[in-house]
């Protein structure tokens, strides 16, 4: 588990968020054996370095969770683009994109991903 670092009173806990949702993968393996295992392996092979690098593939999940508004989603792949190397500057790129396809509901959303950057260490 990733522990919580001390955060502006109106921030959201992206940490926790991320710990989450792991746990919720803990309890699908609990539910169905094999099945967060499956998933998360089709997570990484769809992410893998390819033509695209796995950090370029993580800002495109970035965007696209700020699409959805996922709140797990960029937990996770804002966490995974900073591992990747991605920048804070990089990573909040990736999200304006989607604020350009997704309107005032994906920008609301960019909260989120300024929170996550913060927690997670982007530099």
């Known amino acids: 588990m990733i522990k919580t670092k001390e955060q502006h009173p ?5 940490v926790h968020t991320y710990n989450q949702f792991m ?3 803990k309890q699908a393996s609990q539910v169905e054996p094999g099945y967060a ?18 950090k ?5 999940s ?6 959805a508004r996922c709140q797990y989603c960029i937990a996770f792949h804002t966490k995974s683009a900073i591992d990747a190397g ?3 500057q990089e990573i909040l790129e990736a999200a304006l994109v989607a604020g ?3 309107g005032g509901p994906a920008v609301a959303t960019l909260r ?4 996550a950057c913060d927690q997670f260490g982007a530099a």
């Open 37 to 54: 295992k499956a998933f998360m392996e089709f997570v990484q092979q769809g992410e893998r370095d390819g033509a695209l690098s796995n």
């Open 10 to 14: 109106m921030s959201v806990d992206m």
């Open 112 to 115: 989120y991903v300024i929170d």
């Open 62 to 67: 970035i965007a696209l969770s700020v699409t």
């Open 86 to 88: 991605a920048t804070r």
């Open 56 to 60: 370029f593939k993580q800002l495109i």
């Open 100 to 102: 350009v396809m997704g």
């Open 23 to 25: 746990d919720l993968m």
